[in-house]
């Protein structure tokens, strides 16, 4: 096994059977993200000729599309997934300017979430939740963390669909 191959093991660490579309691939895969659940892989993957986000489902063992997600245009990268893999944030760079982006697979909508903020940004992190998304930004000169809450109305990523009061 190479340093960059991803091997997936289950609880008695032995290898999970692949389907027809196999994980592991000769295409440049990266920063992996898993879903709280264990249940979504998200990563960066050059498959489709240009850099964008995959999602795999580990148990069904196939890939999804993630339509709203990739532009042509735009540079995505470092994923983060919520409990059950319904909200991806991460970074859209277009003209060479990083934003932070949440993607909503219910809606199958992006929206640049990070309009007020002038500098760079770096590893978005969200919630199991999905309320809330960690990153890193320079905007006072050096690497700083922020908190970005994207508040109350937000419909949050439970497992069993309930509502939940934050």
Partial sequence: MGLASL??????????????VTLNSRYHDEQPALSGDGRWLAFVSNRNGNSQ????????????????????????????????????????????RPEIAIYDRATQRSEIISQRYRSWMRNPHISP???????????RGQWDIEVLD???????????GSPVNP
């Fill in 53 to 96: 986000i995959s999602l795999y489902d580990l148990q069904q063992q196939r890939f999804l599309k993630l339509p709203g997600l990739n532009r042509k245009e735009a540079i995505a990268e470092s994923p983060s997934l919520s409990r059950t893999g319904r909200y991806i944030a991460y970074i859209s760079s277009e003209q060479g």
């Fill in 150 to 160: 994207l508040g109350p109305n937000i419909e949050l990523d439970i497992s069993d």
């Fill in 129 to 139: 939740s999905g309320r809330y998304i960690v990153f890193e930004t320079a905007r």
């Fill in 7 to 20: 091997a997936l093991l289950n609880a008695c660490g032995s290898n999970i059977q692949q389907g027809v």
